[in-house]
């Protein structure tokens, strides 16, 4: 039996593969889907990942633990130094399970958007990540620098975009909307910002209010479609080939997938495939 996972910052989507009886298949295709938080080995403790496994994602398997015999995990942070962190942390967890890969998220994408076939994929979730994939292998990325000096079009930059612009472009008048429905005041977004753990996550939660009101704040919906330029001129640009469709993964993606094609047909682009998760929707 195999375990697979994709995991972005704020969610880690998992799959089961080859499971019997222990568990309720999903469509008869003979797999489990089910999430536990995300897990990011450059910005999460090895504790903190530790407790993640051990106390969401164990539970969620139960019985069938024993029988797992090969795992896969794709995720963000997982860099060059962190896969083998990552995997000594899956190990310890899962002592009985030799076979155990650790790739990048944008690996594991670029597999679930385009299979064996040249093109470019990206994620759009709560961060942000591009790559050129010939249908084997990247062969080129251009660094998505992380929320605060990049990830241009993400859950967590289209929040941080949006609060800048609530309180400084002049919109006095839909300030009092944001709080109230929010139940956030500016004081509480400077705690979570700057004062608590996992920042990027509270950004991208903004994403929820910001898809509401889309249709009625046209200056929304312009910061939306400005981001995803943004991401295209400072990412897609630079592997100059316009010849190749943009394919897509992550809610980010998947909800705006209509500002996300304006903003590709501003700079030129063909989109591809759009999923939700690699895993599946």
């Not at 795992?71 to 899956?90: D, Q, R």
């Not at 399970?97 to 958007?113: E, P, T, W, Y």
């Not at 612009?165 to 008048?173: Q, V, W």
């Not at 903004?206 to 990412?235: T, Y």
Request: proline letters at 3%; hydrophobic letters at 40%.
């Amino acid at each position: 039996m195999k375990l697979i996972a994709d995991s972005g910052s704020t969610k880690t989507d998992w799959k089961l593969e080859g499971v019997s009886g222990c568990l309720p298949k999903r469509e008869g295709r003979g797999l489990v889907l089910f999430s536990t938080q995300g897990i990011n080995p450059f910005h999460m403790s090895e504790d903190t990942v530790l407790g993640v496994l051990r106390n969401e994602l164990l539970p969620k398997i139960g019985s069938v633990c024993s029988s797992i015999d090969e795992i896969e995990f794709y995720g963000a942070g997982c860099t060059v130094a962190k896969i083998p962190v990552m995997k000594a942390l899956l190990s310890e967890v899962f002592p009985s399970v030799r076979n155990i890969v650790v790739g990048s998220d944008m690996l594991g994408a670029a597999k679930a958007l385009l299979g064996n076939k040249e093109g470019i994929a990206c994620i759009l979730g709560t961060g942000a990540n591009s790559c050129l994939y010939d249908g084997e292998k990247i062969v080129g990325n251009v660094s998505p620098m992380g929320y605060i000096l990049g990830d241009e079009g993400s859950g967590a930059v289209l929040g941080k975009t949006f609060i800048n612009e609530l309180y400084k472009g002049g919109h006095a008048g839909f300030i009092n909307v944001f709080e109230k429905e929010t139940g956030l005041t500016q004081a509480d977004i400077i705690q979570k910002v700057y004062r608590e753990a996992l920042p990027n996550r509270f950004l991208a939660s903004l994403s929820k209010f910001i898809g509401a009101h889309l249709a009625e704040e046209q200056w929304i919906e312009n910061m939306v479609i400005g981001c995803f330029c943004d991401f295209f001129r400072k990412n897609v640009r630079h592997y100059n080939r316009k010849d190749l469709s943009v394919s897509f993964v992550g809610s980010v993606a998947y909800y705006y997938k209509a500002q996300l094609q304006k903003a590709a047909e501003l700079e030129g682009y063909t989109i591809g495939k759009i999923l939700r998760s690699p895993l599946g929707d």
